[in-house]
Nanobody, 111 residues
């Protein structure tokens, strides 16, 4: 079981990024998928999740209206589309599926 996040980077405030979480060793279809983030000196916090059944989604208040989670079961990949990025979105972003974590991808929002 392996999860690999990608797509992070340095972006200016107001910019956009798309994070990917690719799974291998298991099929994402049957699982709810979660995105978390951890900023320096802060606890890891839940950002978004998407269900395995009806595709319902959840967003933390801090990202609601700016981030969108989606899944492509054919590619066994989940995405986090991030728009209108703010400096406070700077963090390492992780995906979590059935208790397994990826290595994270760094997002830095700075001018």
């Amino acid at each position: 079981v392996q999860l690999v996040e990608s797509g992070g980077g340095l972006v200016q405030p107001g910019g956009s990024l798309r994070l990917s979480c690719a799974a291998s060793g298991f099929t994402l279809d049957y699982y709810a998928i979660h995105w978390f983030r951890q900023a320096p000196g802060k606890e890891r916090e839940g950002v978004s999740c998407i269900s395995s059944t009806d595709g319902s989604t959840y967003y933390a208040d801090s990202v609601k209206g700016r981030f969108t989670i989606s899944r492509d079961n054919a590619k066994n990949t989940v995405y986090l589309h991030m728009n209108s990025l703010k400096p406070e979105d700077t963090a390492v972003y992780y995906c979590n599926v059935a208790g397994s974590w990826g290595q994270g991808t760094q997002v830095t929002v700075s001018s």
